[in-house]
Each structure stands twice: as C-alpha cells, then as structure tokens.
C-alpha cells in the first residue's frame, strides 16, 4: 500500500465553456493503488473533468501529469496509449458490432490495422486475432457477458452495456481508469459483479481507478480516497470517514449552493 | 432485335455494370464502412478517366482535327515500349494515384471537422474537376471533348469484337477491387472503420486515431473511384466534361450501393447491376415509358421500396460472428 508517487497530478485546472467556467483551479493527486472517488452534487463539473483528463477537451489552464508526463491538451487515443482508459456515463458502443468485436478493437497496436499487413500478411494477422479474440473472450467471462459474446452491442440492456464500457477498459490493459457512474441504471445485483471486478483489477493488476458515482453505499464501500466537487473547485478530500464529516460537503450537497447564491 | 443484337447489348449492359461496380465498392469503403458522405463521387470519376485518357491517347491528326487542343499523347514515348499495352495499366495505377493525391489533402483538410464538411468539400472538387477540363482548353480539349480514346488491346481484336475483349478485363479487375476491400474491411483495419462509423467518440476513447483511419479509408475509396473512371474511358471512348453529370457519376452510384446493401461488399456489386438494369432495361419500353425522365421515376421507386420493405438493402450489413465464442439465442433480432 506504499506507492511513493502519485500516477496523476491535477494542478490548478480551469475549464472555460464561454462565460461558464466549469472547472474551476482543480488539484489533487491520485495514487496508483488507489481507487479514488470522485462525487459531488450535479453540475459540480465531475464529468467535465473526466473529459480534461481522458483527452476530449484541453483545459483553458493548469496542468495535468499522468505518470510523470504531461497530458493536457492531448487528444483521447494519445491518453489510452499512455494507459488512460475512460468510460463514458452514457454507455457508448459500436451498436453494429458484435459484443466480442467491442472488445478485439481496443487492443494496440495490432498488426492488422495496418492496411498493407492485411493485404500482404494475412496469416500473421491470422494469428494476432487469435490471439485477441481468446482475451476478449477473457475479458467478457470476467464480467459474465459471455454468452452474448456474438450479439449486436446495440441490442444488450443499460447495465449490460456497462458491463461491456467496464470489460473494454479491462481489453486496454491499463494504468489507470476513468469510470464515468458505472452504477447508474445498473440494478443491484449486476452492481455488485460491477464492484468485485473494479476491486479485482485494482488488487490483482494494479490499476489506479478514479469513480465518478452518485450511489453513496458504493462510494463508501470501495473508494478510499474520496474527492469532492462543487461548482467546479475541489472543496474536500480525504477517507470516507473525514469526507462524511466534512460540514463543507453536507453545506454542498444539502443546499450551500442557494446560501451562497442569496 | 436478333439474337447477336441481344448478346451484344447484354455485354455492354455488363461492361457498364461492371464499372459502376469498382465505384460502388468505392463508395462502400468511404460510406457503408467508414460513414464518410462522399456526394462528389463525380470528381475522382472524372479524374480517373481522364488521367487515363491523357496518358494513353495520342494526339489526332492536326489537319483533319485543326483545333484540338490536348497535352496528353504520353503513349509515344518509348519509355515503356514493352510490345503489350503497358501504358493502359499505367494509365489505370495512374488513374488511381491521381485520385489518390487528390483525396490526401481534401481529406487532410476536412475530416476532423464535422461530417457535414466532408459533404460540401467533396461536392466542391467534383465541380472543380469539370471546371478545369472545361476551361484548360490545352489540357483536355475543353467542352469538346476528347475523342479517339484507343482501344484497351485495340490491335489485338477487330473494332466490333472489342466489347467481348473488354468485358473480361472489366470483370478481372472488379475482382482485384473486390478482394482488395474486401479483405482490408474484414481485417483489424475495417473494424476500427466501422466502429468509426458507428461511434467516433467510443472508437477515440477505445484508442484509434480517428482521423488517421478516415484519412487512409477517404484516399482508398477515392482511389478505387479512379480505377472506375479509367475503365469507363477506354470503354465509351469519349470524353467531355458533360460526361460526369451528377447524376450519373454521383446519384445513381448512391441508390446502387443503398439497393444493394451499405456496408456489404457483395450488395455493392449487386446493386450496381439491378439498377444498371432498370436504368438500362427500361429504354427499351414503349412511348413514353422509355423516356429518361420516366426511368429516373422508376430508381426512385426502387431506392424508396427498398428502404421501407429493406432499410439495410437487399443484401444488409453481415454480422461477424466468431466460431470460437459460446452460442447464445439472440436478444433482439440479429
């Protein structure tokens, strides 16, 4: 439990939409055997943050160090070849693609994305694909997705599909995920596999988690620490314990926001 | 009409299929694969043909053509004096790359900005293209047109027997394009192209350089587009601005690929003979019946009928289904 360096570094960041400034001079640190929650009230700007870090938007300042490299301003696949997967909170597939076919995109590199391999070496991408599909078919075991392994992505239910954003993040290998409510519709019973597997990859493979969730009983559970957001700063972080005791957070979440409007 | 006039018609009714085929598989890469919306199919056709057209034709006979205008007549050289005709090959690779060249920085240009550019950037080379051969009257004889485009092994068989000559090498190099994708959209590559098409946001975040792929997906289908009009030329023969209206070099290459089926190679190749075949059948019928704008009516019949009884066309989308994984009853259906 001794990490000597954290894997993410979020300093002093500020995001602009126009006059609408959604992040607002954000820092705090991640540890890579950690599983960070990330909570606050809606609008608190968690998942335009998500955005910042994964690559869909550059921040307007600040900066943000992943793994002793800088990353603002990259763009998302940059971030993913660097370990940094996200999930998104509206689950997005390939509609009309198989389940297994979700998950063999997301391995790289793979030889026969090259356009020359497939036409000049086919058997050696003959092999690759072998050999992605039995990790695919891994990947969807773990989250028990793997009887619909042949089915359109498009035609699985709402938790289903977070099983699948969940099992693609696992496909990428990565340092470090971004988890985007991945209890949101989810009922209880698929929220729990949910959990054990987030907890699986965190112990066994190491990977650093950041949780955006609004289910406070699987913030409580799993997450250690917790960060909190409110119209865009960071106004709290710390254990579960310290976070729940925070008068600043309950001010948050049960109406500061119209004190300090009036 | 005889039996010989009827053999006749049916081959060239094939020859033409047959092209129409090479830029329906075109299309399919740029749209049915990647959702690039290419409506300017009509440029890299004209390209296509007349790139060829200009490296194999040489000039005519300056008294009996006193104002033909023309930089071509590249067959002459002794370059590539090889005895086979290896300057219609080169025409067809040269075809191909010219296009190729073309699509690079259009693409280059607008593929990361939203779909809708592509659209009207296409739309404005293939009006670019005609203007050119239109206006640079020493380069392609401008509105008159270039004539006397040879013959693809034109020494080897008598002038009337060039069509039955000519549909093999139509349908030998189909079957090239047609491998080609077919192999390249079934591969890693294609699979990161449709899961562009289906998410370019999931396919980003699941790590692909959206921009590379639509660039290289634009640049290959634009290049298949050039073969398609080298083939054309060295069929018909003539070429004149006019030629590459757009609704026979953009439109009707869009209803074959949404008949046939988007986003399958084998509907491609099928679409671009049913509505060859109804373009080209329904000449032949009586009065009015037979008139152009009457046969425009009855694709357009077709193109609805297929999109409400078939909205993936007649041969829709395959699923790629894998052996190795456990078969489950289908959730929806398939």
């Known amino acids: 439990m001794a990490a000597t360096a954290p894997i993410l570094q979020v300093q002093d960041v500020v ?37 910042l870090l994964s690559g869909a938007l550059a921040p307007t300042s600040g900066r943000i160090i992943f793994d002793g490299r800088r990353i603002d301003g990259m763009e998302m696949h940059e971030t993913f070849g660097l370990g940094l997967v996200r999930t998104f909170q509206i689950p997005r597939e390939m509609a009309r693609m198989t389940v297994l076919e979700n998950l063999m995109l997301v391995p790289a590199p793979q030889l026969g994305e090259r356009l020359w391999a497939s036409w000049l070496t086919p058997w050696r991408v003959a092999r690759q694909e072998r050999r992605i599909e039995a990790q695919a078919l891994d990947a969807l075991g773990l989250v028990s997705l793997s009887h619909l392994a042949n089915e359109y992505a498009g035609n699985l239910s709402g938790g289903q599909k977070k099983l699948l954003e969940l099992a693609r993040t696992l496909m990428a ?10 209890g949101a519709g989810v009922n209880r019973i698929l929220l729990r596999s949910i959990a054990s597997n987030i907890l699986r990859a965190s112990v066994e493979r190491g990977v650093a988690f950041i949780i955006i969730e609004h289910d406070m009983q699987l913030v409580m559970a799993l997450c250690d620490p917790i960060v909190v957001m409110a119209n865009g700063s960071v106004i709290a972080q710390g254990t579960p314990l310290q976070v729940q005791q925070d008068p600043r957070v309950l001010e948050a979440y049960l109406g500061g926001q119209i004190h300090g409007a009036a | 009409m005889d039996l010989l006039g009827i053999v006749d018609y049916l081959v060239g009714f ?43 034709t040489s000039s005519p006979d300056a008294a009996q053509f006193e104002d033909f205008a023309f930089a071509g007549n590249w067959s002459n050289l002794p370059l590539l004096d090889w005895g086979v005709d290896a300057w219609y090959v080169m025409g067809l690779a040269a075809a191909a790359l010219c296009c190729g060249l073309v699509a690079l920085p259009v693409g280059y240009v607008t593929l990361r900005l939203r779909d809708d550019y592509l659209a009207i950037a296409t739309l404005g080379i293939a009006e670019t293209v005609r203007l050119v051969f239109l206006n640079e009257k020493w380069l392609a004889n401008g509105s008159k047109g270039l004539y ?33 994708v077919q192999t390249a959209v079934r591969s890693p ?16 975040a699941s790590g692909k350089d959206v921009f590379r792929f639509k660039l290289q997906a634009f640049v290959l289908g634009a290049m298949i587009m050039g073969v398609g009009g080298a083939l054309f030329a060295h069929h018909v023969r003539f070429l004149a601005p006019i030629t590459f209206d757009p609704l026979l070099a953009t439109f009707v290459i869009w209803a074959m690929l949404m008949v046939g089926g988007s986003g399958n190679n084998w509907g491609a190749v099928l679409g671009a003979f049913v509505v060859w075949g109804i373009w080209s059948g329904t000449q032949f019928l009586p009065g009015p019946l037979g008139e152009p704008s009457f046969r ?17 066309g007649m041969l829709g989308e395959e699923r790629r289904t894998a052996r190795g994984a456990p078969q489950a009853q289908a959730v929806g259906e398939g």
Not at chain 1, 21 to 40: E, Q, S
Not at chain 2, 35 to 55: E, K, M, R, S
Not at chain 2, 161 to 169: E, G, Q, S, T
Request: proline share 5%; net charge negative.
């Open chain 2, 14 to 56: 094939a020859i033409m299929a047959g092209i129409y085929a090479v830029f329906a598989l075109g299309l399919n890469v740029h749209w049915g694969f990647t959702g690039l919306f290419n409506i300017g199919i009509a440029g890299f056709f004209a390209l296509g043909a007349y790139t060829a057209a200009l490296l194999t």
């Open chain 1, 15 to 51: 995001k602009d939409f126009d006059g609408l400034r959604a992040v607002d001079h954000c820092t705090f640190d991640v540890w890579p055997d950690a599983i960070t929650g990330l909570i606050g009230p809606n609008g608190a700007g968690k998942t335009t943050l998500f955005n």
């Open chain 2, 148 to 180: 006397r485009i040879p013959e693809f092994l034109g020494d080897v068989v008598s002038p009337g027997a060039y069509d039955y000559l000519y549909l093999p090498v139509v349908l030998v190099v189909l079957a090239v394009v047609f491998v080609a």
């Open chain 2, 189 to 204: 590559w294609g699979r990161v192209l449709r899961a562009i098409r289906e998410d370019e946001t999931a396919a980003a």
């Open chain 2, 296 to 312: 425009l009516f009855m694709i357009g019949v077709l193109i609805v009928s297929v999109i409400v009884l078939r909205p993936g």
């Open chain 1, 173 to 182: 290998e990565p340092k470090m995920v971004l988890l985007d409510e991945p």
